[in-house]
């Protein structure tokens, strides 16, 4: 049975993500044996899917101060509805695999990009972004530690001018830092290899994060037959505009992309441009307030408890408590610094009771006795 929410879902992320919308989709059923995998065929959308042809536009920082912000744009080829697998957990001690089952059928979206990417660090920019318009949507909590956002990165390297080389693929990298560190990894792992005379085998690999390195898993070099074919238990996937809507059909009975376009809420972008517009920062600054998970809602707070200006507060937030929390590999909700506690320092150093020294005094205490 087809999930209303999942068509839902891919709906809105294809008009967030700029895609044309198809009106008519097709199922499909592509075969083949993995142990995770109990039915032997995964139901996709390998013909016609729910939205294709879209962009996605992110922001990385650069310069010798990370202080420059670069625009860039990676194209968007579908979106596609699929029946999710299980999960292979690996048990190094006793050597041997377990089959979680629980997520296996569970509607998964996946979101096919060109390759448009250069480097781990625009991947992981990208993705992030990713990450922050499917949680706007609620399309998906797509926590990436939990699964509910996975990777897939296929890498190849090609001298200008020339065809894109053998590409290899690696799987389900569950952190944007990860995936960073693995496209980087695989980048220069076929450059040593084409550049001493090998060749570059078409195959699966894994990142194994506590070596740093991809790890091969198997080879794709013979092509596999899928053997595709129409799903024969869900009919073509209908969807509709305001103005194509069936008379005398109950709204529960159909999905309407005018009134889903309706109802997107603001997206990063437009949120970054808000906190510049309101508050005067920079844009490079509102982008670490939103890309950094729970910060800026950290920095809104501190606004409303203090009369500090919010150019001059920003700096505190990003200098002094963000920089703690990455020496001490810490997350927002993690902090030994509260929002009320900095606000309170930062109204005694406005008010001239304290020095700039030892409000930070206090913070370095805060952080040494946690």
């Keep these: 049975v087809l999930n209303r929410r999942c ?185 040593n290899e084409l550049e001493s005379g090998g060749t570059i085998l078409n195959e699966t690999r894994a990142f194994d994060y506590k070596l740093g390195c991809t790890i091969a898993m198997r080879d794709k070099e013979g092509k596999q037959d899928y053997r595709f074919m129409p799903e024969p238990n869900l009919p073509p996937l209908i969807l509709y505009g305001t103005k194509s809507l069936p008379t005398h059909t109950s709204h529960l009975q159909v999905v309407n992309i005018d009134q889903l376009q309706e109802k997107l809420p603001d997206l990063p972008s437009v949120k970054r441009a808000k906190l510049v517009e309101r508050y005067g920062i920079q844009p490079q600054h509102s982008f670490t307030l939103l890309n950094e998970d729970g910060l800026m809602e950290f920095f809104e707070t501190v606004i409303g408890a203090t009369q500090m200006n919010p150019k001059k507060l920003i700096g505190w937030i990003l200098k002094d408590v963000l920089g703690y929390l990455k020496r001490y590999n810490l997350m927002v909700k993690e902090s030994p610094i509260s929002p009320l506690l900095l606000a309170e320092l930062l109204n005694l150093l406005e008010s001239g009771m304290i020095s700039s020294s030892a409000a930070k005094q206090d913070l370095a205490s805060a952080v040494s006795q946690m």
Aim: hydrophobic share 40%; glycine share 6%.
């Design 7 to 191: 068509v839902e879902a891919a709906v809105t992320t294809g008009l967030a993500l700029n895609c044309t919308i198809n009106k008519k989709s097709l199922f499909d059923r592509k075969h083949y044996f993995y142990a995770d995998l109990p039915a032997g065929y995964q139901i996709t959308q390998h013909r016609l899917p729910i939205a294709v042809n879209g962009s996605l536009s992110y922001s990385l920082c650069t310069g010798k101060n990370q202080n420059e912000l670069v625009s860039k744009t990676v194209r968007i080829k579908q979106i596609q509805l699929e029946q999710d697998s299980g999960k292979s957990l690996h048990d190094d001690i006793r050597h041997q695999t377990l089959i979680d089952l629980n997520r296996a059928g569970i509607g998964l979206m996946e979101v096919v990009m060109e390759p448009d990417i250069c480097s781990g660090k625009e991947a992981a920019a990208a993705v992030r972004e990713l990450q922050l318009i499917l949680q706007a949507l609620g399309s998906s909590q797509a926590n990436m530690a939990e699964g509910q956002l996975r990777v897939d990165a296929n890498i190849s390297v090609h001298r200008p001018g020339q065809p894109y080389g053998v590409r290899t693929e690696v799987k389900n990298i569950n952190s944007a830092r990860f995936l960073a560190k693995a496209i980087d990894y695989e980048i220069q792992r076929q450059i």
